[in-house]
């Protein structure tokens, strides 16, 4: 059985005009990580407490189309026994699942990472789909230096990706195609033009090459930005002018949406790029969003792990998923910020 039309569906769901994509599924030393930030132990209890907190926002289905679950997330369910992929779609929401297996070193190339996570993959993304997941995610990293990206690095990837999205679609679920080129360094916002460029073409040459039909996936990828330590920090319009131009000489039409990940970029940065890039508009795909950081820093902070804050973190969280929504149409103002 193919399930293309389904896969087609809900790729077009996930990228439906005013919502975008959570990503909630940190892996348990990024979780870690984050709730060391805000002096919270990482027990499966607070990460269930926490993501239950998310997925019960109310009115948070206007502007979250789906939500990429940790292999542990996807198991778990709240306080009165709903699993969480049932809560979620219960409210007309998609649940996604993160397969990779992380970025490991790159044999040969120290400063370089490699996405694992192909052997069994297949049987994981059938389980996945019992499980209730439509939709998963692979992430590559690619980072910049003075000697790199490699070619090496960049087809490597690549390759993987494409493997990945290539079982994805066999097995029904809408892969989520993650070439994620980093912020971190000096570099200007030319070459990361250039390269996210080359990683971009590189990456839909290994679909092409494997077969993987671009109405069924989902592309994930970075803005084009400075360096975090570029002393010359582009404008917003810089940024949304050199995005779309990488876009429209590397990412065919076919493909239904572009949900950018936010890297590290201000939870009003990541905002403020995708209105712009909205507003100019005059591209073929859906600019949306698949936040992590961007969407949930502010609910975080607000929660630090005490339960009756739980309704302030929901509003911190309800309101930026609100304004991404509005960023959707061009329409999010700093007002916005103001009035919350
Ligand atoms: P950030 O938006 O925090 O970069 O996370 C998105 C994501 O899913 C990275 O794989």
Wanted: glycine share 8%; with cysteine; aromatic share 8%.
């Amino acid at each position: 059985m193919s399930f293309a039309d389904e896969l087609i569906t809900t790729a077009q769901a996930m990228v439906t005009p005013g919502k975008g994509i959570l990503a909630a599924d940190e892996s348990a030393p990024t979780i870690e990580k984050r709730f060391k930030s805000i002096d919270v132990a990482s027990t499966e209890e607070n990460r269930r407490s926490y993501r239950e907190l998310l997925f019960t926002t109310q009115g948070a289905d206007e502007f979250v189309s789906g939500v990429i679950l940790f292999d542990e997330t996807i198991r778990q369910s709240a306080g009165d026994g709903t699993p969480f992929p049932k809560l979620l779609a219960s409210q007309g929401i998609i649940p996604g699942i993160k397969v990779d297996k992380g970025a490991k070193p790159l044999p040969g190339s120290p400063n370089e990472k490699v996405t694992e996570g192909l052997d069994g993959l297949r049987d994981r993304l059938i389980e996945y789909r019992g499980l209730g997941a439509r939709f998963a995610k692979w992430r590559a990293v690619i980072a910049i230096g003075d000697d790199i990206p490699s070619a090496n690095c960049i087809h490597t990837n690549a390759h993987a990706l494409a493997r990945y999205a290539a079982l994805c679609v066999e097995q029904g679920l809408v892969p989520i195609v993650e070439p994620e080129v980093l912020m971190d360094g000096s570099h200007t916002l030319e070459r990361c033009h250039d390269v996210t460029s080359r990683t971009l073409s590189a990456t839909f040459h290994e679909l092409f090459l494997q077969g993987v039909p671009l109405e069924q996936i989902i592309l994930k990828p970075n803005m084009v930005l400075s360096g975090k330590d570029c002393p010359q920090q582009a404008s917003v319009r810089q940024v949304a002018e050199a995005t779309i131009d990488c876009f429209l000489n590397t990412v065919p039409a076919a493909v239904p949406g572009i949900c950018f990940l936010s890297g590290g970029q201000s939870d009003e940065d990541a905002t403020a790029h995708l209105n712009e890039m909205n507003r100019i508009g005059g591209f073929p795909w859906e600019m949306s969003f698949s936040y992590g950081r961007a969407l949930q820093a502010p609910a975080l902070k607000a929660w630090g792990g005490k339960a009756d804050q739980v309704p302030a973190a929901q509003r911190a969280y309800y309101h930026r998923a609100k304004c991404n929504g509005a960023a959707r149409y061009g329409k999010y103002t700093p007002d916005m910020e103001k009035a919350a």
